[in-house]
């Protein structure tokens, strides 16, 4: 079963020649007489063109980049623990990784996607999805931070997610793993019928972004795999894939690739939002945590969600249909006139794409080949518009650009395939090395598409860069998608497992990026506003250090009288008020992550001392040309000393 | 006290014009004719010619980048966990973090450097620092992995580290705060003469690179800043700057930066080999962990030392000596040849050269001026080989080329420095954006620099890339040093907070490199060599599953009499053999992190269910078209149930 071997095998065959020596080449593109070396150098000074955020797969976290040149400008902790700036291990951040099932220090992010209105990307949020332990989350644009993480109960494996309708109405998140409905302590050999799939309609508040679970649908125990909003004339529609439709329940490696057919499920969530308006469906005991943070107070809550709405797909008749489609598709991508449905059936030799008209037609007309679990299996020849002929092996994910092309990724011939939409005609191929998954164009997956760049992220990366022993990055490329041809113009190694991305113009995000957090709005607890208020109090053994950070001292910096047994909770406020001055705190001996704290930030961390002597903390980040003198002293006495608190101010 | 601002404020006054419109160069340097974009870019297919070790700062890690691309190829963990690959997470792995403080999730990694033979890098390891709870570690350059971390006792700021003798006889490191000796419970009023600053001196194993701490030199109160070897003629000595010889405990910005000279520190460290090896110096009682990782077992292992040698320099007559360097340096470097050590004096208005024949010769003349705490100081005059006049503001670190050039960087006045060693003339100057902190040639450190590249590790960013929120990544910028000129060629981010990197030459690193464990060669205590050994085995409430991963499946993939409050290890072997295959592991609500797992290596995870169901688990890594088929369960039945344990085996 060496599909990957063969591959690269297939690969080596018939791609050698023009492996790696495109150095130079005079544009048939758009970039007229520049080099591939022209087209993606930026200079020191200049800027990006785009924004392209690319997930982090096993990271837990969301990579920011730039295109044309494929830098990495920021890693965005938003599911895993980050020691780099303290996300995860700080009092105010532990809560973002509060769970049903406690505190987990690591997730699975697949599939980030930007805010949309009127089907457009607007640059305001980027939602993910966690796979494992099944989250969304939102990323504010202004701050580059995580702001929201809801849990997603009833799932497991939240793979068909987290996609937004074109107003950003809802993000939606669909279960890859059914589980026993409600979970129960049943034999995996009582899987078929006894384990459900859940489909989640998350509301999005359209000003504040704030999510809330509206309904569950409850479908057949199926695998989810990925999903799309309709657009345009498919807006009120949401389309998942669907494999092991065989409710294989071992070995699916062979169980699962039975049917010649799977399907694409098609969902009028706004069917179902009146349905659930008008008091449908049922409230069911659920638990699972919603998280936010604020940057006024600087802290995130976890909150406890008790119950969720669960809808059966068959109390709303009209609402959801199977599309039968050719064979563990995997992606589920829609044009961006919102007319045609594209399942890549992975293990399919041909792409086939339906028509959403000819779909509502075939409904209207109960063009039906039976049903499964209740839910009406549409005609395939009624909703099917075309088909792209032997386009390769392996098809993942088609995006689409604004000249009515279709780019699809080939997995097992490593390659992307562009073609056209109606007439279904190959175009243009090229390679990819290796192993392609998915594919980004900036706006691919809204209404407007822009047809300049197009990046894959590979799979397998081995020789494409100077080797790093066993364990590798992942690996980019980059194509200009401008002319008749595509023409990859560059390799860059991605961070974590890349699995997809989402990538927008430069002007519509860097606006609104904040520079600083003002301190007058700095609502945090423990905040300090200036170096008069720092103090140090002691609650039983709870210490309290209430403490400023400024260029180059502490206030305080030393400290006497802290005693073995003490738990002392540091709340560092950076008191700087401007852009890219930020402090760091850490201690020897401390069982915990550093801090790192921005202008106009409050960050709470723990020290336990474990023993009697006298321990220096200092500023980590390099923050002026005295910041090698930025550091102080605690005194720790034994636990039955009767020294009293005290401590030096610094500077005042 | 705005240094920073003022930097920055200078630069825009005089750099304004030169800054980033530098497309398009026909270069009067070595790359005739090629535009700054052709000299970086690498098409896709070729590779970069150096490695360059980056170090990560307060992530903990070391990155592995790619020059003249600019590209991460790797972040290896090091002191921090890593979700990506479960470091610090697994069973085995857990061991790396440990220290006589306990298990420390975070660390401050600053200085990579490079291991040598003949004074020359050899690309065998790379040998790193943690500053906080100060401790070295060792990266494998065959693995590219952590393979010994061993503790620095009586040490506070492991900063003056980590870098080696050239033959890596040792690998030095020294304090940066000084602390009471031994730790005590006194007042932080008491600092002058009762704290010590501890200069380690870890001994090195020549072939298989294993560290033993042979002795401490326990130095004045004083701040120990930075450090490197002697070489060629100075080799068998090592040099430490110092600052705050004040003996200042509180507010440092201002009391540390009284004295007009503090020290370098001359070490003949084979003189105290030597009195050591003869029985000198005293064993105290000192707790430090050695932790180290075997890529057979592949198991990380903390042993706890209990003492280590002191020797107090006085008792070791000619063996440490006192050079008076103007003021507060930071940088201590020493040229290829050896002859000259340059104290980076970053609040002076010049740069001190000393002389090392001369400094021997004044040795010999007992040319002295006074002592501190029983070590001779130097007579500056004697020692001086020159000054390079007014080179700009906040001078931090000197590295050379193969021409007789050295390149100093200026945090306040933001730019790198070129200028002649013997004649002390300044040659060129140029910007970087902005307040650059240390530099790195590839060799720049040893006795053959190469002449090509430089690059400079900016520590403010500001507007250099894409607004990305108010935190920002550090900004490199790489220089073509070939010509008479240095010419600023691109930019590139950084992760982290790079601090110091060690370059080297790719082709003495890229043939080691190893593609895979081989799975004979595996002896981890519950690894599987074939499918046929994977089994569950329950030990009252602990439960051992014994699971192999090959594609596309688990071995076994469904699991059933589990219960709640067992404690489940999933021991997971990847059975591949090919390059670039791992397979990953999670568990939905797994308190922990998930696994990577590279071919022929066994990890192991642990979850402790916490209430019934049935819960899937899932191949995190996307490793073949089968992949989303890569899956099982497991069903968590009451703590009382009596079913007993089965399990499926996915295929044999």
């Given at each position: 079963?060496?599909?990957?071997?063969?591959?690269?095998?297939?690969?080596?065959?018939?791609?050698?020649?023009?492996?790696?020596?495109?150095?130079?080449?005079?544009?048939?593109?758009?970039?007229?007489?520049?080099?591939?070396?022209?087209?993606?150098?930026?200079?020191?000074?200049?800027?990006?063109?785009?924004?392209?955020?690319?997930?982090?797969?096993?990271?837990?976290?969301?990579?920011?980049?730039?295109?044309?040149?494929?830098?990495?400008?920021?890693?965005?902790?938003?599911?895993?623990?980050?020691?780099?700036?303290?996300?995860?291990?700080?009092?105010?951040?532990?809560?973002?990784?509060?769970?049903?099932?406690?505190?987990?220090?690591?997730?699975?992010?697949?599939?980030?996607?930007?805010?949309?209105?009127?089907?457009?990307?607007?640059?305001?949020?980027?939602?993910?999805?966690?796979?494992?332990?099944?989250?969304?989350?939102?990323?504010?644009?202004?701050?580059?931070?995580?702001?929201?993480?809801?849990?997603?109960?009833?799932?497991?494996?939240?793979?068909?997610?987290?996609?937004?309708?074109?107003?950003?109405?809802?993000?939606?998140?669909?279960?890859?793993?059914?589980?026993?409905?409600?979970?129960?302590?049943?034999?995996?050999?009582?899987?078929?019928?006894?384990?459900?799939?859940?489909?989640?309609?998350?509301?999005?508040?359209?000003?504040?972004?704030?999510?809330?679970?509206?309904?569950?649908?409850?479908?057949?125990?199926?695998?989810?795999?990925?999903?799309?909003?309709?657009?345009?004339?498919?807006?009120?529609?949401?389309?998942?894939?669907?494999?092991?439709?065989?409710?294989?329940?071992?070995?699916?490696?062979?169980?699962?690739?039975?049917?010649?057919?799977?399907?694409?499920?098609?969902?009028?969530?706004?069917?179902?939002?009146?349905?659930?308006?008008?008091?449908?469906?049922?409230?069911?005991?659920?638990?699972?945590?919603?998280?936010?943070?604020?940057?006024?107070?600087?802290?995130?809550?976890?909150?406890?969600?008790?119950?969720?709405?669960?809808?059966?797909?068959?109390?709303?008749?009209?609402?959801?249909?199977?599309?039968?489609?050719?064979?563990?598709p995997h992606g589920c991508d829609i044009?961006?006139?919102?007319?045609?449905?594209?399942?890549?059936?992975?293990?399919?030799?041909?792409?086939?794409?339906?028509?959403?008209?000819?779909?509502?037609?075939?409904?209207?007309?109960?063009?039906?080949?039976?049903?499964?679990?209740?839910?009406?299996?549409?005609?395939?020849?009624?909703?099917?518009?075309?088909?792209?002929?032997?386009?390769?092996?392996?098809?993942?994910?088609?995006?689409?650009?604004?000249?009515?092309?279709?780019?699809?990724?080939?997995?097992?011939t490593s390659e992307v395939v562009k073609?056209?939409?109606?007439?279904?005609?190959?175009?243009?191929?090229?390679?990819?090395?290796?192993?392609?998954?998915?594919?980004?164009?900036?706006?691919?997956?809204?209404?407007?598409?822009?047809?300049?760049?197009?990046?894959?992220?590979?799979?397998?990366?081995?020789?494409?860069?100077?080797?790093?022993?066993p364990e590798l990055e992942h690996s980019?490329?980059?194509?200009?998608?401008?002319?008749?041809?595509?023409?990859?113009?560059?390799?860059?190694?991605?961070?974590?497992?890349?699995?997809?991305?989402?990538?927008?113009?430069?002007?519509?995000?860097?606006?609104?990026?904040?520079?600083?957090?003002?301190?007058?709005?700095?609502?945090?607890?423990?905040?300090?506003?200036?170096?008069?208020?720092?103090?140090?109090?002691?609650?039983?053994?709870?210490?309290?250090?209430?403490?400023?950070?400024?260029?180059?001292?502490?206030?305080?910096?030393?400290?006497?009288?802290?005693?073995?047994?003490?738990?002392?909770?540091?709340?560092?406020?950076?008191?700087?008020?401007?852009?890219?001055?930020?402090?760091?705190?850490?201690?020897?001996?401390?069982?915990?992550?550093?801090?790192?704290?921005?202008?106009?930030?409050?960050?709470?961390?723990?020290?336990?001392?474990?023993?009697?002597?006298?321990?220096?903390?200092?500023?980590?980040?390099?923050?002026?040309?005295?910041?090698?003198?930025?550091?102080?002293?605690?005194?720790?006495?034994?636990?039955?000393?009767?020294?009293?608190?005290?401590?030096?101010?610094?500077?005042?």
């Amino acid at each position: 079963m060496n599909l990957k071997n063969l591959g690269i095998g297939l690969l080596s065959i018939f791609f050698a020649v023009s492996c790696g020596k495109s150095e130079k080449k005079s544009g048939s593109n758009g970039a007229l007489n520049k080099s591939h070396a022209e087209q993606v150098y930026v200079a020191p000074g200049e800027h990006d063109d785009y924004y392209a955020f690319i997930s982090g797969g096993y990271s837990g976290n969301l990579l920011v980049y730039g295109l044309p040149s494929g830098r990495m400008f920021k890693e965005i902790p938003v599911f895993s623990q980050f020691p780099t700036s303290g996300y995860g291990y700080s009092e105010e951040t532990k809560a973002m990784l509060n769970t049903s099932h406690g505190f987990i220090p690591w997730g699975d992010l697949h599939h980030p996607d930007i805010s949309q209105t009127d089907g457009v990307t607007d640059g305001r949020w980027v939602f993910v999805n966690e796979n494992n332990t099944p989250r969304i989350a939102r990323v504010d644009l202004e701050t580059f931070e995580t702001v929201e993480v809801i849990e997603v109960p009833n799932s497991a494996g939240n793979h068909s997610s987290s996609f937004v309708t074109e107003n950003t109405e809802y993000v939606v998140a669909g279960t890859r793993f059914s589980v026993p409905f409600p979970q129960q302590d049943i034999s995996i050999k009582d899987y078929k019928g006894k384990f459900k799939g859940a489909l989640s309609f998350i509301k999005v508040d359209q000003e504040t972004g704030a999510m809330d679970i509206n309904f569950q649908l409850m479908m057949p125990g199926f695998n989810y795999d990925l999903s799309h909003p309709g657009r345009g004339q498919s807006h009120g529609w949401f389309f998942f894939t669907t494999y092991n439709t065989e409710e294989a329940s071992t070995l699916l490696e062979v169980n699962a690739s039975q049917n010649d057919k799977d399907f694409i499920a098609a969902v009028n969530w706004k069917k179902i939002e009146e349905y659930v308006a008008n008091g449908g469906g049922e409230m069911m005991p659920a638990e699972y945590a919603h998280n936010t943070y604020d940057h006024h107070t600087h802290v995130g809550k976890s909150e406890m969600k008790k119950e969720v709405r669960i809808v059966n797909p068959s109390d709303v008749p009209g609402a959801v249909f199977f599309l039968p489609t050719p064979k563990s598709p995997h992606g589920c991508d829609i044009s961006p006139d919102g007319q045609y449905i594209v399942g890549n059936g992975k293990l399919s030799a041909n792409l086939t794409v339906h028509s959403f008209p000819k779909m509502i037609k075939a409904i209207e007309n109960e063009s039906f080949d039976g049903e499964a679990y209740g839910i009406p299996i549409l005609n395939f020849d009624e909703t099917l518009a075309g088909v792209v002929e032997n386009p390769g092996l392996g098809p993942l994910h088609t995006e689409f650009d604004d000249k009515g092309n279709a780019y699809t990724t080939f997995f097992i011939t490593s390659e992307v395939v562009k073609w056209e939409l109606g007439s279904w005609e190959i175009k243009d191929r090229k390679p990819t090395y290796y192993s392609v998954g998915h594919l980004t164009i900036p706006g691919g997956n809204s209404r407007k598409p822009d047809g300049k760049y197009m990046f894959a992220m590979n799979k397998i990366t081995k020789d494409r860069y100077l080797p790093v022993g066993p364990e590798l990055e992942h690996s980019a490329q980059l194509y200009d998608i401008s002319g008749d041809k595509m023409e990859l113009i560059s390799d860059f190694p991605t961070h974590g497992e890349p699995h997809y991305a989402a990538a927008i113009k430069a002007d519509k995000v860097a606006p609104n990026s904040r520079k600083i957090y003002r301190l007058d709005e700095n609502e945090h607890p423990y905040a300090v506003k200036n170096e008069g208020e720092t103090k140090v109090v002691r609650d039983g053994k709870t210490v309290h250090v209430y403490m400023s950070t400024i260029r180059s001292h502490f206030n305080p910096d030393n400290i006497e009288g802290i005693k073995v047994g003490d738990k002392v909770y540091f709340h560092i406020t950076n008191l700087e008020q401007d852009f890219d001055v930020p402090h760091g705190f850490a201690m020897i001996g401390q069982n915990n992550s550093e801090l790192l704290i921005m202008p106009g930030q409050t960050k709470t961390t723990t020290w336990e001392p474990d023993r009697v002597g006298v321990w220096p903390f200092y500023c980590t980040d390099f923050c002026s040309a005295l910041h090698q003198e930025m550091q102080g002293y605690i005194r720790v006495s034994p636990a039955d000393s009767d020294i009293e608190l005290s401590w030096s101010l610094g500077e005042e």
